[in-house]
């Protein structure tokens, strides 16, 4: 399990909603964002002279709910006394950005915040207001009332829980690092599997399962169970991982060691190894808890598994075979996708099922925004999340919303209904 927690990569934090003169260059040629020293941010940034300006290295964020990815931009920003030509009168602190790529997309009404990492440098993250990512922003560092002033996050909000470790490492931020008994682990997996390839997704999610010294209780609790056993995954992929990558670092890339096309390459595979075996050893464990509750089931993955339109379900209760045959009652089939986040997929789901009005999406996602979850509700799709995760979503959300063990319930009253 991961032990560490926000404040081992964050100073602190601050965020608003911009105003013209931050983002509009209509409004304002300066590229400025004021009132940072109200928020506590000059503890983080100093206090340079009339003569001095003070400069960081910042990832600057560009994020919407319908991108698969967000616009990001290495900079330089300046921290400044705008106020440096005129020696009699107090400081005003400003942070100077250049314009790029990224901050050329700032709306006015944009949420925008600025962090300051334990290794110096600046995160500074724009979204669209209403968005998922400002609902996961604000629960992850406990903002609240936020306007058009700087309001200061907190750095022990809520705990590190994967889904937002993913989230801030779709931002850029890497939340990986060394504990004390990594070690252990490491030789372990290697005595397993051999310290040189990954093995099978499987293979792997199977000895996470097997290994996990907290006990778990799938058959009570599905809910917590499959969070633990997600957690304790990943911990043990990033050790592995980690072993492996600094092998191939050794190597070097191309003939004489130093071919940036291949080194590309390489890093491109780890990260697209790392969405894909997420979502791999999601729907694995699910599986897992699905046959210990006795539940029959196929996923979409087989040959002639499909649905309308060739559409390949994640989980489909209680076989292709019956969704297929139009006499078998409806109301006794249920689909469930899985989604480590949703985004903008989840759409997906809403085509994979005809005959089934209410579907149901599984995710480890938190603080999904109210809009995408009125959406969701309002296209017959039903949400479910663990319910560890539920005090993430507003009150109303949380009301909406099943855990993985209503779910479980769901399908089983359904077929003891007519005495399955």
Known sequence: MFNDRISDYFEGVAAKY?????????????????????????????????????????????????????????????????????PHRR??????????????????????????????????ICTPSGSTIESQLKVLFGLHNIKKSFVRGKMDAVELLLPLRLMLEDLGVEVSKPEIGDD????????????????????????????????????????????????????LFRIYERHLVQQRLCIGFGEDGSNVDDFISYSLSVQNRRKSRVGHAFEGHLDFIFKIHGLRFEQGRGKGFTTENNSKPDFMFPGFSEYRDLDFPTDHLFMLGAKTTCKDRWRQVLSEAQRIQEKHLITLEAAISEGQTNEMKASGLQLVVP?????????????????????????KQAWTADGE
């Open 184 to 235: 252990v682990w490491l030789e372990r997996l290697i005595d397993l599997f051999g310290g040189e390839v990954f093995p099978k997704t499987s293979e792997f999610s199977s000895y996470a399962r097997s290994s996990l010294e907290k006990t778990v209780d799938p058959l009570g609790s599905p809910d917590q169970t499959v969070v633990d056993w997600m957690d304790h995954e990943e911990k």
């Open 18 to 86: 911009l105003k013209p003169v931050d983002a509009d260059p209509d409004s304002s040629n300066q590229h400025e964002i004021g009132g940072l020293v109200k928020a506590g941010f000059k503890q983080y940034l100093g206090a340079p002279e009339k003569s001095e300006e003070f400069r960081f290295k910042a990832k600057q964020v560009y994020f919407t709910d319908d991108a698969l990815a967000p616009d990001i931009c290495e900079s330089i920003v300046t921290w400044y006394d705008c106020r440096r030509k005129k």
């Open 387 to 411: 319910k560890s995760m539920h005090s993430t979503y507003s009150k109303s959300q949380a009301e909406w919303l099943i855990g993985l063990s209503d779910f479980l319930d769901v399908v």
């Open 91 to 124: 400081p005003e602190f400003r942070l100077y950005y250049n314009s790029n790529a990224v901050t050329d997309l700032f709306q006015t009404g944009d949420f925008f915040l600025v962090a300051k990492m334990r290794d110096d440098s600046l995160l500074m």
